[in-house]
């Protein structure tokens, strides 16, 4: 049973450029969640979704970023324009019921130059 | 909102000493889980605990649960190197469909 996956592991972007960040869930889990996480800091929760639908988007700044999951295929994290503040360790988990055990993918790091 | 808070955020220790940090809630909770992420890794699930007052073992890492289901605490015996990372606790709140809400974690480096 493959874990939560995610790609790329690493991705390194230009100012002004757009972050595609994608997150494939746990096979059985349609409870997905994206984390933000700068340098030695803690886990900031991004959003919570469901297949098609947002059901938490409370930790998502308000410009620029966007979130989805569709029926089918994996989970999109959007960042537009991207900015060095950016720069950040983003984790997806999945879990099989809400509130239930999250299990975390490896998180792809992105650097903007 | 709810608030699940972790202080210290770090903690230095010597090897072969214990090793004690607390999770305190400001609402009621459901259930409790912890996480380890290791320098470089991704978090790991650990343990959940859901009963008030439980205590859960495992080797050498206790896990207790507050009687009023709004605290709980991480105890780690003789510390290791491999012991080193963050620890995080997440609170599921007591209410219909509440969300799992982490705590900021709290680095544990030890030094050898």
């Known amino acids: 049973n493959a874990g939560v996956m995610q790609n790329p592991r690493h991705l390194v972007r230009r100012r002004g450029q757009e972050a595609r960040l994608r997150c494939s869930p746990m096979k059985g889990h349609s409870h997905v969640y994206w984390y933000r996480q700068l340098p030695e800091e803690g886990l900031k929760f991004m959003v919570y979704?469901?297949?098609?639908?947002?059901?938490?988007e409370s930790g998502m700044p308000k410009e620029r970023f966007s979130a989805e999951f569709p029926k089918e295929g994996p989970s999109i994290l959007r960042i537009q324009q991207v900015v060095r503040g950016d720069s950040a360790a983003y984790f997806c988990?999945?879990?099989?019921?809400?509130?239930?055990?999250?299990?975390f993918g490896p998180g792809t790091r992105l650097t903007v130059l | 909102g709810q608030q699940v808070m972790q202080i210290p955020q770090y903690q230095h220790v010597q090897e072969g000493e214990d090793f004690t940090t607390y999770c305190n809630s400001s609402t009621t909770l459901s259930n409790i889980q912890w996480y380890k992420q290791r320098p470089g890794g991704h978090p790991v699930f650990l343990i959940q605990l859901v009963k008030s007052g439980e205590v859960k073992k495992q080797k050498r890492l206790t896990f207790q649960f507050g009687e009023a289901k709004k605290n709980s605490s991480l105890h780690i015996t003789a510390t290791q190197t491999t012991d080193v990372g963050t620890y995080f606790c997440a609170g599921e709140g007591a209410g219909a469909n509440s969300k799992l809400t982490f705590g900021k974690g709290i680095t544990l480096s030890v030094r050898p």
């Open positions: 988990a999945s879990s099989r019921l809400v509130a239930d055990t999250q299990y």
């Open positions: 979704l469901q297949k098609e639908n947002i059901i938490d």
